[in-house]
């Protein structure tokens, strides 16, 4: 008798185990306890972020994305949601990128002389071999999606127009952090609030980077590694064979293809026409002209999303649409005059005129 | 003496008609797929691990797996699970069991080994089929990953072991909890519906984004995360938490109907 009670009661101990289990796997993973480092001038920290190297090492990225941007089938990171990567670089240029999409994957290896792009869900490969002079796109997301660099990028641009302070320590992907602070001056006008970079204690290299807007408790986006090692890394990662099976094209083939394709004249009329840029810091403004006739090739499909995600505005500078987002805003006139930038929409207002 | 007990048992299972028929039906997917893709021949497979099989016949086992775990598996548990204890004291046998001199708790724990041995049998099964099925009507050159890379054969062969074991723990979990439902009630039936209608309501539930807080309970949600396998290198994050999650569910099932089996009147 007395043996059947310790069973049940083990049998009980075993479903309050597994309950327990489910709760705590369902519970977000805790920050844990701020590490205790010592003190450093928020001068002197941007300054190491700016000559450290970061060397080899391997990781998962997080993207938590708030910013309120459409869905675009290209680049499925970009919406809304929670997105990870994976990473790794051997410090000397060599660099692999795993994106995973649902169930399908894109990845990018940069063998250091060849850009490889694979996505499995058309079974196809990108090669670009590197160019002297011209930057290869695939660096564009590397930017994106690489904390290190795109925090540099950041400190650079703003020290002059910021207040930088280190407010406090963190602890991201288990490694002790300080964390940076850039708060633009009064004078700016811009949407963001703050930029908090967690700089890596050791290696000072940016592990997070989160940006808090206006008005907003909760950062409008935030990327940083969930994991890392850090450390050489297996060589064989940075080599990429196309598989047997899979079409190989080149870059230049297949912007031939996707010519007709209506997000991308937008794109390219943005780019190529050498933008202008007007002000200074965190309220510059980004200003192009697309030339009339892609206006008018906009196809029918293409006006429609547009429509969907801009409001119509109005002002003494003429009337077009307006794009907002967390962190940004853009406004397309409707004589082909484009302006963007971090600021609130009145500040576009002011600077379209100055487009030509 | 337990190992005669646990010899017995898988092949009392292996000698009903319904098993040897589910053990058919199940072969029947793998070639099914690798013939459906054969004869679609060439272009966009579709989206996730469809893409990736034409010519690449290693693939069709763990993609067979990974469909047939949404639902053709977890009934396949259900019906084991409903089998041992519902439908034995539907027979009567199982009063037989409950007052004989075993412990009752080794009673569950030999339906649980029938269950393991004959979940592992059927996914192996499968997987086997699958890799004939697959190179045959597709033709191999190694394992292509989702990432692009090329594994050799042997590889190949490791990272379908591997899925055969993580598919047959998550389906061993599933049937856990229907032996705790099997243990309360003499109709078999009554097992299956309420396994499979957990399983679908699970899936249900996992479609709505507005019930995000409630999807990391579901076991159907570990699933997806399961296709990480064929990712290269393997991310063992998603794999390791489906595979708790699914260690959570087995330790409340089997709990559960331990409790019961030990307080029922015999």
Redesign the interface.
């Known amino acids: 008798m007395n043996k059947?009670k310790v069973?049940?009661a083990?049998?009980?101990?075993?479903?309050?185990?597994?309950?327990a289990?489910?709760?705590l796997?369902?519970m977000p993973a805790g920050a844990g306890q701020p590490p205790s480092l010592p003190d450093i001038a928020p001068e002197k920290l941007v300054e190491q972020v700016l000559t450290s190297k970061p060397g080899a090492f391997g990781g998962?990225v997080e993207v938590d994305n708030k910013l309120g941007l459409p869905a675009i089938g290209e680049i499925p990171q970009l919406a809304d949601g929670k997105h990870s990567a994976?990473i790794w670089t051997d410090g000397n240029g060599k660099l692999r990128l795993?994106l995973?999409n649902?169930?399908?994957?894109q990845?990018i290896v940069d063998d250091g002389s060849t850009t490889?792009s694979?996505n499995?869900?058309?079974?196809e490969?990108t090669k670009s071999e590197h160019k002297a002079d011209k930057e290869v796109k695939p660096e564009n997301e590397q930017k994106a999606i690489d904390p290190a660099t795109a925090a540099k990028e950041i400190v650079n641009q703003t020290k002059e127009f910021s207040d930088i302070s280190v407010d406090g320590t963190a602890r991201v992907a288990n490694r002790a952090a300080y964390e940076l602070v850039l708060t633009p001056k009064a004078s700016e006008k811009t949407l963001i609030r703050e930029v908090r970079i967690a700089v890596d204690s050791e290696l000072k290299m940016p592990l997070r980077v989160a940006v808090l807007t206006n008005g907003t408790a909760e950062p409008a986006g935030t990327v940083g590694f969930s994991?890392i090692n850090v450390g050489p890394q297996d060589s064989k990662?940075f080599e990429?064979?196309?598989?047997?099976?899979?079409k190989v094209t080149t870059p230049e083939a297949k912007e031939q293809k996707q010519r007709h394709e209506p997000e991308l004249g937008l794109e390219q009329a943005l780019n190529g026409k050498d933008p202008q840029i007007f002000g200074t810091g965190w309220d510059s403004v980004v200003g192009a002209k697309i030339p009339a006739e892609a206006m008018t090739h906009v196809p029918a499909e293409a006006q429609g999303l547009v429509d969907r995600f801009t409001k119509k505005v109005s002002g003494s500078w003429g009337s077009g649409k307006l794009f907002t987002t967390k962190v940004a805003t853009i406004l397309i006139a409707d004589d082909g005059r484009v302006v963007a930038g971090a600021v609130p929409e009145q500040v576009l207002f002011d600077t379209i005129g100055q487009v030509k | 003496m337990i190992t005669r007990q646990f010899g017995s048992e898988v092949r009392w299972m292996l000698r009903r008609p319904r098993t040897l028929i589910g053990l058919f039906g199940l072969i029947l997917v793998p070639i099914i797929i690798s013939f459906g893709i054969w004869s679609a021949g060439e272009g966009d497979g579709g989206p996730g691990l469809g893409a990736i099989l034409n010519g690449n016949g290693m693939v069709v086992p763990i993609f067979t797996l990974f469909l047939s775990l949404n639902l053709l598996l977890p009934l396949v548990a259900s019906i084991w699970a409903a089998d041992g204890l519902a439908g034995e004291a539907q027979h009567g046998t199982l009063r037989g069991l409950l007052v004989a001199p075993v412990s009752r708790v080794r009673l569950l724990f030999v339906k649980l080994f029938g269950l393991t041995a004959m979940s592992l049998f059927a996914v192996t099964l499968m997987a086997v089929v699958g890799i004939i099925a697959g190179t045959a009507f597709l033709g191999t050159n190694g394992m292509m990953t989702l990432s692009g890379t090329t594994l050799s054969t042997a590889e190949g062969f490791l990272r379908i072991a591997f899925f055969i074991l993580l598919v047959t723990f998550q389906m061993v979990a599933i049937g856990a909890v229907a032996l705790a439902v099997s243990s309360t009630t003499e109709h078999p039936l009554v097992v299956q519906a309420a396994t499979m209608t957990t399983i679908i309501v699970f899936q249900v539930l996992g479609q709505f984004p507005s019930l995000d807080w409630l999807h990391p309970f579901l076991i159907t949600t570990g699933f997806p995360g399961l296709i990480d396998v064929m990712r290269d290198p393997i991310p063992l994050g998603q794999i390791w938490d489906s595979t708790l999650l699914a260690g959570c569910y087995m330790l409340i099932g089997t709990g559960l109907a331990a409790m019961r089996l030990i307080t029922k009147d015999s």
């Open positions: 059947r069973t049940l083990a049998a009980a101990a075993g479903v309050l185990t597994g309950a289990g489910i709760s796997l369902a998962t994976r795993a995973p649902g169930q399908s994957e990845t490889w694979w499995s869900q058309n079974n490969v994991q990662l990429f064979t196309p598989p047997a099976n899979a």
